[in-house]
C-alpha cells in the first residue's frame, strides 16, 4: 500500500500514476479531491472572471453604441451556481480517480511522524509516502486581520453580498485577478500591494494590465499597518493613510501546509526539502506540490506529482522548474514564459480575431513579444490577448524543447484566432 497525503493536483497525479501502474493507492484528504486549485484558486478565479468580463465586454459595446440596457451581476445567485459547479467538479474528480483503482479516504486529517502516517492516532502501514497537502493561506499578522468582513481565497464564498468599499492587499496575480473582478462587479475597489504591482509581466503587457485595472485605486509600495473596527471591518491604515471600507480582502499568497509532519527536514517557511527523486530526508517518504514551497503553480505539482510517483515505480527523472509559462487572468489573458537568458526582443501589437475584434479601434487588443537568441532559439515569449493562455500552453513546451524560429515557416495556423505570436515568429525568421 502507497498512501498519498492530500488529494490535490500533486498528489491526484502521483496515485493515478501508480495505480496505473498497478500498485495498490489510498488517498487521504480531509476536504475535497482537486486542492485549492478546484476549489478556491483557478477555478474560483475563472468561474468569478467569465462574469467580469462579460459585464465589460457589454459595457464596451455600450459605450460604441452597439448594444444597450445596463448589464449587473447577481452576486448571491452567482454564489449559488459556482458552488453547484464546484459539486459538478467534485463529482467527476472523485469518479475518474476512483474509476483509476484509487481509495480516497475523506474528511481524514492525517499526521506524518518520522515517515510513519498516523490517523485518529493510530499509525498506517504503508511502502512508501507521499505528503502533498498543498499550501495555506499566507495572512499578514497585522492587528485586525481576523475582524468579521475580513477574506481570502478560502472564505471569499461567505462574503454574503457585494460590498461598496472593498480593499484588497497584495500585488501579485491574485490580487490583480480579484481586483478587476471586483471592480467589473460594480465595487470600489483599493489595491494595496507592499512593493510593486505585477512585477513578473514585462512592459508593454503590464502597461497592458494597468489599463484593465484603471478603475481600481492602486497603491503600490504601501505597507499595511492595521486594518480598524469594532465588531466588523472600517477601514485599513496603510502607508500612514486611513481608508474606509466595508471589506478586506487578503490576496497574499500562500505558504506550505506542513505543522502536521514532523521527522523530516525543512526549510525555514516550514516547506519540506527533497532531492531531484522528490524524495524527503527520510527514505521512502516524498513529498510535492505547494509544500514544497517556492514556485506554486498547478502544473509545476503536477510534474512533482508524477516525479515522485515516478521514483517509487523506480524510474527517477528530475523535475525542471527553471521556465514554468503562467498566465494571469484579467480583461485580457497575460501569458508569460520567462526566457533564462537574455536575447533579442521583438514587440508588436496583437492582432484582431475572437474577443478581440472590437477593441481594434481603441487599441486595446493587448500586444505580444518575443526574446530570440542570435541562432533564432526562442527563449521566451509574453502576449496579451483574449486567448493567450491556450497557446502558451504549448508554445512554452516548445521553447523548453529549444525550438528555433525557423522551424515555423512551414507551420498552418488556426485561422481566425486572436493572438499573432505565430506571425511574430515568422518575421523574426526573416
Known amino acids: 500500500m502507497i498512501i498519498v497525503v492530500g488529494g490535490g493536483p500533486a498528489g491526484r497525479m502521483a496515485a493515478l500514476r501508480l495505480a496505473g501502474a498497478g500498485r495498490e493507492v489510498t488517498i487521504l484528504e480531509k476536504r475535497a479531491l482537486g486542492g485549492q486549485c478546484v476549489h478556491d484558486g483557478c477555478m474560483l478565479v475563472c468561474a468569478l472572471n467569465d462574469v467580469a468580463r ?28 459556482l458552488e453547484a459547479t464546484q459539486d459538478k467538479l467534485r463529482y467527476i474528480l472523485n469518479m475518474e480517480t476512483t474509476g483509476a483503482g484509487v481509495k480516497v479516504e475523506y474528511g ?31 495572512i499578514p499578522d497585522v492587528e485586525g486581520k481576523d475582524l468579521p468582513g ?14 461598496k468599499r472593498l480593499v484588497i492587499i497584495g500585488g501579485g496575480i491574485s490580487a490583480a485577478e480579484f481586483a478587476y473582478i471586483y471592480a467589473a462587479f460594480g465595487c470600489e475597489v483599493t489595491l494595496i500591494a507592499r512593493s510593486s504591482l505585477l512585477t513578473m509581466l514585462p512592459e508593454p503587457l503590464l502597461a497592458d494590465a494597468r489599463r484593465d485595472l484603471s478603475a481600481v485605486d492602486i497603491r503600490e509600495n504601501t505597507p499595511l499597518e492595521k486594518i480598524l473596527g469594532t465588531d466588523h471591518v472600517e477601514g485599513v491604515v496603510a502607508g500612514g493613510e486611513t481608508i474606509p471600507c466595508d471589506a478586506v480582502l487578503f490576496a497574499t499568497g500562500v505558504k506550505p501546509e506542513s505543522p502536521f509532519v514532523s521527522g523530516v527536514a525543512k526549510g525555514a517557511d516550514g516547506a519540506i526539502l527533497v532531492n531531484e527523486q522528490m524524495e524527503t530526508s527520510i527514505p521512502g ?3 510535492a506540490g505547494d509544500i514544497l514551497g517556492g514556485k506554486c503553480f498547478t502544473p509545476a505539482a503536477r510534474l512533482q506529482g508524477f516525479a515522485a510517483a515516478d521514483a517509487i515505480l523506480g524510474h527517477p527523472r528530475k523535475v525542471d522548474l527553471s521556465q514554468i509559462p503562467f498566465s494571469v487572468v484579467l480583461g485580457l489573458d497575460y501569458t508569460v514564459c520567462p526566457p533564462k537568458t537574455a536575447g533579442e526582443k521583438e ?27 542570435a541562432d533564432g532559439t526562442i527563449l521566451g515569449f509574453a502576449s496579451s490577448g483574449p486567448s493567450t493562455s491556450l497557446v502558451g500552453t504549448y508554445l512554452g513546451y516548445l521553447v523548453r524543447k529549444g525550438v528555433t524560429v525557423h522551424e515555423f515557416s512551414p507551420m498552418l495556423e488556426v485561422h481566425p484566432n486572436s493572438d499573432g505570436l505565430y506571425s511574430l515568429i515568422r518575421f523574426s525568421a526573416q
Not at 465589460?56 to 452567482?78: F, K, Q, T
Not at 498516523?118 to 495555506?136: N, T
Not at 475580513?150 to 460590498?163: E, F, G, H, I, V
Open 54 to 81: 462579460s459585464i465589460m465586454s457589454a459595457r464596451h459595446l455600450e459605450e460604441m453604441g452597439i448594444l444597450s440596457g445596463n448589464v449587473s451581476v447577481d452576486y448571491p445567485a452567482l454564489l449559488e451556481k
Open 150 to 163: 475580513t477574506y481570502n481565497a478560502r472564505t471569499l464564498r461567505s462574503m454574503p453580498a457585494l460590498p
Open 285 to 287: 517518504v516524498y513529498a
Open 347 to 373: 514587440t508588436m501589437p496583437n492582432i484582431a480575431g475572437p474577443g478581440s475584434y472590437w477593441h481594434v479601434l481603441d487599441g486595446t487588443v493587448g500586444h505580444m513579444q518575443l526574446e530570440t537568441g
Open 108 to 138: 481524514v486529517e492525517a499526521e506524518v511522524r518520522d515517515g510513519v502516517v498516523y490517523v485518529d492516532g493510530k499509525p498506517r502501514e504503508a511502502e512508501a509516502v507521499i505528503i502533498a497537502a498543498g499550501g495555506q493561506m499566507n
